[in-house]
């Protein structure tokens, strides 16, 4: 379970994120809309411990970042926009790498299964990642996250830039994942993936939390227009 | 976890192409000091040996003569090539090896190999000591200037940092890597000499040279330590390759090079030296009338003269038993021989005030601290050139003794005598003497390993996304 509470960050006199408040269950998608500057990847890095905030509490199956940030990093996996690997190693190299870090050692069938979950091509898994395109990468970074056994599962823009098909067998592995227990907390420009994907939906815009929905109680056309007349809010 | 790390490290610079090549061209380099070294150890120690044993053969087998006109044939006291020249031959090339041995005259040292040498000398000699304080920095700076600043390039350190790795982990991890290839350098440059000084040394000097080499690749190992971390920090403080690259690339330029001569320069015009016409001034006249000036010298001799012919109760010089002469030309030998200690003393005096100034720039550059801490070990520093000249001296001094002694009774001497005039032998002293010459060079390594650790406390509390 992911719990923001009244979570607040400044950058000098910027507030980027104002006093969130935010419980997302085990098994849940949640989907954050905004436009760019809305505070969804703030959130994202607050709870990944990358930044501390200024005020408020993140919390992870009830452990705050700020104070366990050690713990906390073991129950999460993290999915950028680009996932960013290293490009002389291979796929296998880079997966047995990141699961190393977080504690866990597969063999090589282990880290197949993994891969092949995520939907890479098993003749891929011996070459390096320099040769690999971005959807190919974003699959060795799920692969990583099911590796990790994570509870809390943060994306942000996972699917920019990703072909239909490859955004599609993306959200078919959430779903999974949900249906496994794992929270998940997606910040994303894609409508209708939030729409298609996460169970509630929130809009923000000036590092506020203005909006939540239910995604099934709401059209997309309606989502549409809720994402506008909340982004177009003047300043 | 190191283990991971290092390992993926280690994998990563294995597969950089530019690393392959810049390993072979360390190798190749390392090939050519060791080479270089060695060649200049047997070639060296060959030749002088030799011509210490020639010169002293044909002295002792010069046949009769007056003992005075005999001694002036002399022969030469040439300094051994130090036992770890191949290591470092310091300052060996500028400084001379042979001591010309003959009465009157205070030698002066001879055949600096650098006067033969063309300009291409001017770039230095590859050996190992040349490798370490010059080449060893910029492997390790290349090898180290992106070992964080990847992540941030590739994007990387925030799925690194997202997992459960400590920043100490992943500092020590990349750290140890780098250390790793470092000391797979350091390894072959200090266990070939080693094999190559077994292989060589005479019997009982390894006693001698063994502990002064173990020194050696201790500060050797410090050195590339320090160096490492100081590389591993910038690229971690920078975050970015190439400002990694420019900040540790101007190091090495200012250490390696600007920094040397700018102290040198400084040194000299604060402590100029003391030039060979006002030197060659003050001897003569120091000369004509002693360092108290106890009057010219026909006064002194006049004195003397009263003063043996008082000792042996006569009247006149040609009623004393002993020959006058040989007593004049000791009297004289020791009096002169006070001038030129003094005058050699001041020299010395100045060149340590001018070297303390030099050394205290090491403060500013670790590697002018190493390249004194490695004259030092090696036994080819400034402190061993005047040990050895002082004992030559000495030596020389020795055989004017004996040679007068003689004189005083007999007009000629024979090969019988010439051969009890003993055969000159230098070794430099051991390793409590060395250590205490690069005793200072030594504290300021020290700083700079302390000052690299902070540099790392400071680099990996900020270590952030």
Redesign the interface.
Known sequence: MLKAEQLTKRFGDHLALDHLDLTIESGEVYCLLGSNGAGKSTTI?IF????PASSGRALIDDLEVSVNN??T??L???I?E????????TGL?NLA??S????FRYSRAEMAAFTDTAGLQPEALDK?VSSYSKGMRQKV?IA?ALA?QARAL?LDEPTSGLDPHASNEFAQIITRLSGQGVSTLMATHDLLMAKNLGHRIGIMHQGRLQQELRSDAVSYAELTDRYLSTVNQPV | ?LR?IIQ?EL??IG??GKMGWLLTGVAVLVALALYNGYAYYTDHSALLRESQRVTYEQFISQGDKNPHLGAHFGFYAYKPTADLALVDNGIEDYTGTSFYLEPHQRGVVKFREVSDATALRSFGFLNISYFAQFILPLFIFLLSHNVFAKEWE???I?????????ARQLFAGKLLACWLLVLAVVAVLSLVPLVLLLARAEAGSLGRVLPAYGCYVLGLLAYALLLTIIGVATSLLTRNSSLALVALTGFWLLGVFLVPRLAGELARRVQPAITSVAFDDETFHDKQYGVGKQGTKDQRRDALADSVMAKYGVRRLEDLPVFFIPITIEFFEESDGRVMDRAYGAIEHNEARQNRLVLASALLSPFLAFRDFSMHLTATDMNTHHDFTQRAEAHRRRIGVIVDDFYQKNTVAGNDFWRTVPQFAYAAPGLGWRLGNAAPAIGILLLWLLGALGLMTLAYRRM??
Do not use: C, D, Q, W
């Open positions: 890095n990944l411990g990358f930044i050690h713990a990093r073991n999460v996996a993290y950028p680009v996932v960013n690997l290293y490009p002389t190693l190299e790498f990141f190393g870090l977080a504690g390096r970074g990583i990790k943060f | 976890m991971l993926k994998r990563e597969r950089t590739n994007g990387t925030k799925m690194v940092l997202s997992a459960r790795v400590m952030r996304v």
